[in-house]
């Protein structure tokens, strides 16, 4: 039987955030009433979580950040998060009190989009032309 080693215990440390995040978006979706100050919108909440979805996402996909994004990246990022987008309104159906709206999901595919182009720009900005980092 192969030990864990170093490059599993690396791929575990990208994976793992971004499961917990999914799972802690799950949890607040189940709640009948989303636990938001009042004077964040619904539509805010969801940008912002999946703004941090996102980066986590391409994170994952990317194999840590910072670093140069690719469009493979990219939309292998925006297929994880904007799948789970998906998932998640598809989930609140069957929440008392909660139900699956588009405009949440633009929300939640908005917020996705900042957050890898986020990632994006610390690419630039962290990375020379000749490849070394500046960070």
């Known amino acids: 039987m192969p030990s864990f080693n170093r490059v599993g215990a690396a791929r575990l440390s990208l994976w793992l955030p971004l499961i917990a995040y999914m799972a802690a978006i799950f ?3 189940g709640l009948q009433i989303a636990p938001l ?3 964040v919108s619904d539509k805010t909440g969801h940008l912002v979580a999946y703004g941090g979805l996102g980066v986590l996402s391409l994170r994952a ?3 840590g950040l910072p670093t140069r994004v690719t469009w493979r990246v990219v939309l292998l990022a925006l297929a994880i998060a904007g799948g789970y987008g998906i998932f998640d309104e598809v989930h ?3 929440v008392p ?3 699956a709206d588009i405009a949440d999901w633009f929300a939640d595919m ?3 989009v900042i957050g ?3 990632c994006w720009l610390w690419g630039i900005i962290a990375f020379r032309s000749d490849g070394r980092r500046r960070v």
């Open 27 to 29: 949890y607040v979706s």
């Open 37 to 39: 100050p009042e004077e």
């Open 61 to 63: 996909v990317a194999g």
């Open 92 to 94: 609140q159906m069957f």
């Open 97 to 99: 009190g909660r139900s």
């Open 110 to 112: 908005t917020g996705v």
């Open 116 to 118: 890898i182009g986020a």
